[in-house]
């Protein structure tokens, strides 16, 4: 048995803290339909995320609203739905990003495998070497590519075969071959995709637990982004993936699940929230709520 | 009513208006003509003052030039009386006061600057970012006053005995003397007038470093030293230099809390402790009493060499500054 | 030890421990915590050094204040040198001011070409000009040919290093006028004098200001240039004859902390503290005014 399993009985589905039974939750996604009903096909999954009730401020102004959701582990998660609706305040506060931003309040638990996030004895740099990111725009250092990706397992002190942990990145994320023959050359110099799939090696030469991407391929030309997508399909299993994404194509083509986030009017002004969360196929197939097939079939076509 | 514009208002088919309409055409050409000259006659100006200050006083230190020749530099001999003069005193004193304080002033400078860009909340910036930069405004007659009367004696009570005791197998850290004025004493004043200097454009500079980058690097599990360290400082390191070379340029020329402060000695002394003599301050204390030819020359030498230095230190700054930076390197 | 790992999530972690520092992180966050309290040491250093100088200036001079001591001339106050300074001042800006503005028109308005470079360069340079240097340099040019000192000398001398952040002040500011007010003006025909003369000067005004009153502060505390080329002797009269060698609020506090007598010393003191309580007040009220104006620049 695996220490979450151990932990946490049965992978993930009980509870983590006994639930008031006044308190009714609306859960969401596919995870939360399993329990005594186990007329599942596939075998349970263990949760990373265990989002409950969260809501988030930037100082008056509410960005993200009541979002209740699992995050399964090993698999790809898409997040899709119109601009403004909290989809990245929400990708930003699950490893603890947005804490530079000074006005910031996030309501509700976020649990990582358990243990809240935002609790006070939590240190946010030992979260984020757990939990990686890649932005929308491609951030490389002003440094070579060899020290880009090399830069920060260094600061973990992994110094023991380092050029070894540079390859492979740098394989994982597709861009071995371009770059191999010029490590030492300045990152500067690459294509925005390959300077994209160089922040992705950068992240995943550290092994984190969680790869969070934030519209990855947005700023990408359709060559460059198609070969995001590739990359995602290898780094599947590898590591648990949330990724934020406008384009549903690469979202159905590439995600397990798919969370819609749309703008909750009710109650005055608009806010984010998370409208449904289920098996990418039910979600772009037959989609439970209106707004999830107004916004899902808008697109397509 | 009518409210049409008659043909005539719109002015170009009655002779008499053409006629003035022509005047006032050649009035304005001749108007932009005399502005583009006055001008540029303005901005050459600025580069004759540079120019022919320099002139001047190469052609004015002449007579020592030819007399003494670049042995000057080196003789530690200046005796009026006897018409022998040599700068090797105030060229030491010029440059160990001026890198000392250099050495000193810098670290504590990006340290601040690190500090107020990434550290200090923004209201607290905006207080303490003032506060810097009034550092920089204090005269330097003010300074050095403070510097002889109330720093100097503490220094000679306190800290120069302390570093005497702990440091003295190193031959700068002598005995303490019994004024207080010396080297060591200058050169922390010296360092008060650098900080602000570099403090000021640190700080920009490490405002300029892109914030999606330092994300970046947080968002691999680094501290925030580490941001720092790795990406912040690397970035900025050039425009730091620059910034540091115009402090030195500060210090190398600053004459009157000099003179005010480090007792004007005659001698080379290995000890920071002892008296000196920088050529600002020479130059600050005997000018208005030299009487001989020679004296006065070899006083102009010495402005020659203090011009040398503190062009070379500038432009090296301006240099490193341009190449690295699109914005220029002045000190505020 | 992770090295051979290919298969799905064997970290060099356990991703389910607490979430406390692991590994060397516990030792990575004391070295960034002494680095930022290094650096929050060296900003208090800084305003604590300004406090104390400060400080120091304002309880010993404080003392020596007095009615006398503004109007009246040594040994009782230092009235002619205020006098004196307030003149040198004048003059020097009324030399700077203009001359820096034209010079900062030049590089915005008629930009660029081949000399816009070298003085530039040039304004940079004299911005880190040594100022005994420059006294040196103005000795030769006016005291030399005169065989006098004067306040015109030591005005020539202040204009100068007045010039470089008049000019840079203003080019500043002009940089900031939106070049639809100059198409504007290019196409209802105005010409290029009188639109720079008549609406690109006057709504950089503020600026200029600005920069004149920093300017003014900068040279009202210089020493180096007047004790070359005027007077430092306390002086007894007021002298308004720009012709002489006025004494000066600079020049008497370094005359007087050079002589080892303890009355011109509390007397240093006092001319220490207005000299310092006017440059202040300048560096504030410049501040002030360019925050208003930035303000009103944000809309």
Known sequence: MSSVEQQFGQAGFEPTAPVPPSRVRIQSGPLAEAGPSAGRREPAVESVFDVREVSVHYGAKRALQGVNMRIPRSRITALIGPSGCGKSTFIRSLNRMNDSVPSFRLDGEVLYHGHDLYAGNVDEVEVRRRIGMVFQKPNPFPKSIHDNVAWAPRNLGLRHGLDERVEKALRGAALWDEVKDRLKSSAHGLSGGQQQRLCIARAIAIEPDVLLLDEPASALDPIATASIEELMHSLKGRFTIVIVTHNMQQAARVADETAFFGLNAAGGEPVGTLIEHDHTEKIFGHPADPRTRDYVSGRFG | ?332 | MTLESTNAHESPFDPAAPLTPTGNLRRRRAISRVAESGATLAAALAVGVLGIVVYGVLVHGAGALSLDFFFEGAPNGIGPALVGTAEIVTMATLLAVPLGVLVAVYLVEFGGGRIATPVRLALDVMNGYPSIIVGVFIFILIVEATASQSAIAASVALAIIMLSIVARGTEEVLRLVPDSMREASDALGVSRWRSILTVILPSAVGGIATATILAVARAAGETAPLILLTSNNPGIEVSLNPFEAVPNVPGTIYRLSEEANPEGFARAWGAGFVLLALIMAANVGARVLLNRSRRKMAG
């Open chain 2, 1 to 332: 009513m009518s409210t049409a514009a008659s043909p005539a208002a719109t002015g170009s088919v009655q002779p008499s208006r053409s006629r003035s309409a022509a005047r006032r055409r050649s009035l304005d050409r001749f108007g932009d003509g005399l502005l583009r000259v006055v001008c540029a006659a303005a901005a050459l100006t600025a580069v004759g003052i540079l120019v022919l200050s320099a002139y001047q006083i190469f052609d004015h230190a002449g007579p020592a030039i030819s007399k003494f020749g670049l042995g000057f530099l080196f003789s530690t001999e200046w005796l009026p009386n006897f018409g022998v003069f040599g700068a090797g005193v105030m060229l030491y004193g010029t440059l160990v006061s001026s890198f000392f304080a250099l050495l000193l002033g810098a670290p504590i400078a990006i340290a601040i600057g690190l500090y107020l860009s990434l550290l200090a909340p923004k209201g607290i910036r905006g207080v303490i970012s003032p506060m810097v930069e009034m550092l920089a405004a204090i005269p330097s007659v003010i300074l050095g006053f403070w510097g002889i009367l109330l720093l100097a004696p503490f220094v000679q009570k306190h800290v120069e005995p302390f570093l005497h005791n702990t440091l003295g197998f190193i031959p700068l850290f002598g005995p303490p003397q019994t004024t207080g004025a010396s080297i060591f004493t200058a050169s922390l004043v010296l360092t008060i007038m650098i900080i602000p200097i570099v403090a000021s454009i640190s700080r920009d500079l490490f405002l300029a470093v892109p914030r999606d980058v330092q994300d970046g690097a947080s968002a691999l599990g680094a501290t925030r030293w580490e941001v720092v360290r790795g990406i912040v400082l690397p970035t900025t390191s050039s425009g730091v230099i620059a910034a540091s070379l115009l402090g030195l340029g500060r210090a190398l020329g600053e004459a009157i809390a000099v003179a005010q402060m480090i007792g004007a000695g005659e001698k080379i002394n290995t000890s920071l402790f002892e008296t000196g003599d920088t050529l600002a301050a020479r130059i600050a204390n005997q000018f208005p009493g030299a009487i001989t030819g020679m004296h006065k020359a070899s006083l102009y030498y010495c402005a020659a060499i203090l011009l040398v230095i503190g062009l070379a230190s500038n432009l090296c700054a301006q240099w490193i500054g341009r190449r690295f930076d699109y914005r220029r390197m002045v000190a505020r």
